[in-house]
Nanobody, 122 residues
Framework: QVQLVESGGGLVQPGGSLRLSCAASGSIFSVNVMGWYRQISGEQRELVAA???????NYSRSARGRFTISRDNAKNTVYLQMNSLKPEDTAVYYC????????????????WGQGTQVTVSS
């Protein structure tokens, strides 16, 4: 069993910053690619940023230049530093991770966190 728990969401003014965290726990052998998705009200869930264990990063167009994804492999934790936030960034942000478990080490499974609300408003 694997859990992803997000934290750090909240209400922030336009131009402000938030730092999201997501920690994976449970019967983990290894955590591979980790990333952040978001779902804006009325729209489909979309990728914000992803990072692999070697540090290779993929950003969405909207995130590039404003957001920074990072990870602490020792803690199985991924972060999303969000700067210069805009009202259109308002969404539920979800943590995502591909994990190999201790009981089945040869296959990755895709896990999701419960989501954390980010609201950008004056």
């Amino acid at each position: 069993q694997v859990q992803l728990v997000e934290s750090g969401g909240g209400l922030v003014q336009p131009g402000g910053s938030l730092r999201l965290s997501c920690a994976a726990s449970g019967s983990i052998f290894s955590v591979n690619v980790m990333g952040w998705y978001r779902q804006i009200s009325g729209e489909q869930r979309e990728l914000v940023a992803a990072i692999d264990t070697g540090g290779s990063i993929n950003y969405s167009r909207s995130a590039r230049g404003r957001f920074t994804i990072s990870r602490d492999n020792a803690k199985n934790t991924v972060y999303l530093q969000m700067n210069s936030l805009k009202p259109e960034d308002t969404a539920v942000y979800y943590c995502n991770a591909f994990v190999t478990t201790t009981w089945e080490r040869e296959r990755e499974y895709d896990y999701w966190g419960q989501g954390t609300q980010v609201t950008v408003s004056s």
